[in-house]
């Protein structure tokens, strides 16, 4: 998670500030100059909840944008800096996601196994808690926090796209996070940082960094990992990542922890990533325990990445599974929605299996039945919309839509690829009687296109075929 800096800093000196100040230490200061003067390329991985790398990567090629395999990363591709994927129609319809490749590296350390509770302490804007969330399969629990509720918007937003139903969402000062709220299986601290290895996403990314902000960094990042410690259950797992080059907020931090806790260790990723580098273990006259060539930096110039760092550190003891945290009390909503749904689209009876209604405000929602949600009086959200309570006619969310619209063989329409552009600008489209064949009378129907569900839709039927409004969301478009 990148700290926001100063506004108006001159980004040239930022970039000129940075080759400075790290140059020596990585290796090759031409080269590494060289890689900060060019454009990051993109990187987007496949939402393997509904597509194989391999389908999307057919599909993209067929919209004209060609990606790239990345080996390190299941699933991922790159792309040149120049496309534009968010645009895409498969983007909007979840069937994948844009994050920048460096950052895929912490949830490939954090390695989440299946029914697993697993905290992500500073999720904003919540890329790597999709990825966790996938990473279990859409099952266990994913506790995504931010100090700052307004900023865990994107978080809600890619959850909805990508239809998390194992992810529940607090707003807390990680650095006091409960202690009751645990123990933790694995836990992520993205930590806040100055920023500087996002200099490759463009001119202004980044801004330099005033040595008194970067000592209250330090500050924040200690007690972070402190909490993380605590909050970690005997033999479970924490990675500390940050994108900037800084030793100070990387290895002297992992340093410190070292010698202030007798119950961490840390494990040797190895060379997740080609080219990656080992940590230092001294900077400016300050050394730092052997034991940090364990953790791993990304150089720009080495693996084409924007800059990074991680540690992979273990919670030492008696490796058990400790008693989770207890599931507060939600109001359970009767079978009689999902019932009705099942009936109207025609969704096969296992469609819903493995998960829970409840209620959450004027909304219906769906959760994994294996999810744990705290206690704590500071959750956002959690799961899945799937209808409004008390409406006359229950209307499918967008959200569920894209999640189960494809298993529907009732009230689903098929629009071709020169209406999705209109359907998702929210225009009303003509239909012809073959569209609508399987549809009975007026009413809600899903909208599908080359099989992938798009959203929702009101048919209005007339002699000649039909009309379809548009219920896309305006805030998704």
Known sequence: MRQSLRKNSNPRLAVDAVISRYGGLSGNKAAFKGSLKKSLPVCLWANSLRITAEDLAERLNSEGIHPVLIPWSDGAFRLPAIDRPGKSWLYKAGLFHIQEEAALLSVKLLAPQSGELILDLCAAPGNK??????????????????????????????????????????????????????????????????GEGIIRKGPGKHTEVPENFRNWLRGTQRALLRRAISLCRPGGRIVYSTCTFAPEENEEIIDRALKESRDIRLISPGKPIPGASPGITNWQGHNYSDELSKTVRLWPHKTNTGGFFAAVIEKTGNPRKLPPAKTSDVEIAGQRIIDNFIRYFGFPEHSFNNLHIFRSGRRLKLISNDHQRSELKCIRASGLTLTKDKAKIPKFSTEATLAFGHFA??????????????????????????????????????????????????????KDGGTLKSLFPKNWI
């Open 409 to 462: 063989t009732r009230n689903a329409i098929e629009i071709e690829a020169n209406s999705r552009m209109d359907y998702l600008a929210r225009k009303t489209l003509i239909l012809l009687p073959k569209q609508i064949k399987n549809c009975g009378d007026n009413g809600y129907v899903i909208v599908r296109s080359s099989g992938i569900a798009l959203g929702i839709g009101i048919l209005k039927r007339h």
């Open 129 to 194: 808690t999709a990825q966790i969330a996938i990473a279990l399969n859409n099952c266990g629990s994913v506790i995504a926090n931010d100090k700052y509720a307004g900023r865990l918007a994107p978080l809600h937003a890619a959850a909805a796209r990508l239809g998390l139903v194992n992810v529940t969402t607090t707003a807390i000062d990680g650095i006091n996070y409960p202690l009751s709220s645990g123990p933790f299986d694995r836990i992520l601290v993205d930590a806040p940082c100055s």
